[in-house]
């Protein structure tokens, strides 16, 4: 899918248990390949904790910052979006996402919930688990590549997410996926960088060596 002005086509979700906790965030952050988005998911947190790391994670992110599930705490550290999880009232948390200015994104994990994200004037969808993936286990099995495909066929720009790494990018730009949204595969330097070379070679982006 060609690339769309404002929808990131890299994005990193937080696991600060992944990075010496949350105040090895900021450090993760500043590791990242420039321009991946960060969505900052710490779901076990309170609001202020939240605000405290997103306001961090604002100074030092070299791409947009998505806040998952709150559009208050989205609002109070600056941040560019707000991404709601699948069982959120899509459309009635739209309006105040909308009314301040911010990207919206869904997480979907059926093709009748990307129609779902459409109706609600959603931006982006994350669709998955597309792999295996631990963090994904109760969303059930994997969607696979055949649903990806079918998922990413109309114009709302879709990221798979779910087991996604370097080794499987090409697969994915191949399905239609317009990006890429992982926690593990941008735990770490060497593999965020992997898998965001293997992405721009995919797409087109930088040619294969």
């Not at 710490?42 to 998952?68: C, H």
């Not at 070379?197 to 995919?202: D, P, R």
Request: glycine letters at 12%; a neutral charge.
């Amino acid at each position: 899918m060609t690339q769309t002005a404002g929808i990131p086509d890299l994005m990193a979700i937080t696991d600060r248990r992944l990075c010496g906790g949350a105040s090895g965030l900021r450090r993760w952050a500043l590791s990242l390949p420039a321009g991946t988005a960060i969505q900052l998911r710490e779901k076990d947190l309170e609001p202020e904790a939240l605000i405290e790391i997103g306001r961090t994670l604002r100074t030092v992110a070299a791409g947009l910052l998505i806040v998952n599930g709150s559009v208050d705490v989205a609002v109070s550290c600056g941040a560019d979006g707000v991404h709601l999880r699948s069982d959120q009232p899509w459309d009635e948390v739209a309006p105040s996402v909308r009314r301040q200015g911010l990207l919206l994104g869904v997480s979907t994990h059926s093709h009748r919930e990307i129609g779902a994200a459409v109706a609600a004037g959603a931006d982006y969808a994350l669709f998955g688990p597309v792999f295996a993936s631990p963090e994904k286990t109760r969303y059930g099995a994997p969607q696979g590549l055949e649903r990806l495909e079918r998922a990413a066929r109309g114009d709302l720009p879709v990221l798979a997410v779910g087991g996604v790494d370097a080794c499987n990018a090409a697969l994915l730009a191949r399905a239609g996926a317009y990006g890429v949204a992982a926690i593990r595969a941008f735990a770490q330097p060497d593999t965020a960088t992997a898998l965001t070379s293997a992405w721009a070679i995919a797409t087109g982006t930088i040619p294969a060596s």
